[in-house]
């Protein structure tokens, strides 16, 4: 974990579940992170959790659909710390429903958020991996898009449109910016909370309590992708329930 030790970090949806493990794991082990969400009240706590333990941290309010808040987080970072490592790219929604009920309003949310948010938050940091010549991109993608099932048909389609994104740029990248996507499964997070369908709300939350995984597993899989030499690209993690379909 030597390798994690002053490298800095900027992380989406940092205020609760996966993103706000990952901020803190990071810490941990020595590295500088840059929180970003839209509830700053929660980011505020977690950066005194981790400054009340030795660790280095900031955050700034962002809405991931606001491509000018990405910049704004990669900026801070560069500011603060001089340079940023990593790019965490973790923001994401859900919104569950047969494709013939016709959830215009929730396809666009998980649009806006899950594919253009994670773009938005890769054209933030590029510019600065390239000045810098070296850089890291995680995007938090999921198991949805490995496991094709009904009523996660545009949830999934955004999940795997990251993927291949990121393989497009894996190919063209000459390996200055390396790029991992991490894919979990079920994971205790309040991540069904946004879900509208109550039936669908209903069964993850129950699928939740029974098999799910700490966010620390999900930690865990970015300090190892991090704590790679600069020559080892970690391509995808696949990261779930050992009870998980």
């Known amino acids: 974990m030597q390798n994690i030790k002053g490298k800095v970090?900027?992380?989406?949806?940092?205020?609760?579940?996966?993103?706000?493990?990952?901020?803190?794991?990071?810490?941990?082990n020595g590295?500088?992170?840059?929180?970003?969400?839209?509830?700053?009240?929660?980011?505020?706590?977690?950066?005194?959790?981790i400054k009340s333990k030795g660790g280095e941290a900031t955050f700034v309010q962002i809405d991931v659909k606001n491509k000018a808040d990405l910049v704004q987080l990669v900026n801070t970072a560069v500011e603060?710390?001089?340079?940023?490592?990593?790019?965490?790219?973790?923001?994401?929604?859900?919104?569950?429903?047969?494709?013939?009920?016709l959830d215009i309003d929730g396809w666009e949310e998980m649009i806006d958020i899950n594919l253009k948010g994670v773009l938005y938050g890769m054209a933030?940091?590029?510019?600065?991996?390239?000045?810098?010549?070296?850089?890291?991109?995680?995007?938090?993608?999921?198991?949805?898009?490995?496991?094709?099932?009904?009523?996660?048909?545009v949830y999934a389609g955004t999940k795997n449109a990251v993927r291949t994104i990121a393989e497009t740029f894996r190919q063209?990248?000459?390996?200055?910016?390396?790029?991992?996507?991490?894919?979990?499964?079920?994971?205790?997070?309040?991540?069904?909370?946004n879900i509208k369908n109550e039936e669908m709300k209903t069964a993850i939350q129950k699928g939740m309590e029974q098999i799910a995984i700490n966010p620390i597993a999900i930690a865990n899989a970015v300090i190892y992708a991090v704590s790679q030499p600069?020559?080892?690209?970690?391509?995808?993690?696949?990261?779930?329930?050992?009870?998980?379909?």
């Open 80 to 101: 603060q710390y001089g340079k940023l490592d990593v790019m965490v790219n973790n923001a994401g929604v859900s919104q569950l429903s047969r494709i013939d009920e």
């Open 9 to 28: 970090v900027a992380i989406t949806g940092a205020s609760s579940g996966m993103g706000k493990a990952i901020a803190i794991e990071l810490s941990k």
């Open 31 to 49: 590295a500088k992170v840059v929180l970003g969400a839209r509830r700053t009240e929660k980011l505020q706590v977690i950066v005194e959790e």
């Open 124 to 153: 933030a940091a590029i510019p600065v991996f390239k000045q810098q010549q070296f850089g890291h991109i995680i995007n938090i993608i999921s198991t949805s898009g490995i496991k094709i099932v009904p009523m996660q048909g």
């Open 172 to 193: 063209e990248s000459n390996g200055t910016i390396r790029i991992t996507g991490i894919s979990p499964g079920f994971v205790k997070t309040d991540f069904a909370d």
């Open 230 to 245: 600069d020559d080892v690209e970690i391509g995808e993690i696949v990261i779930r329930p050992s009870k998980q379909n």
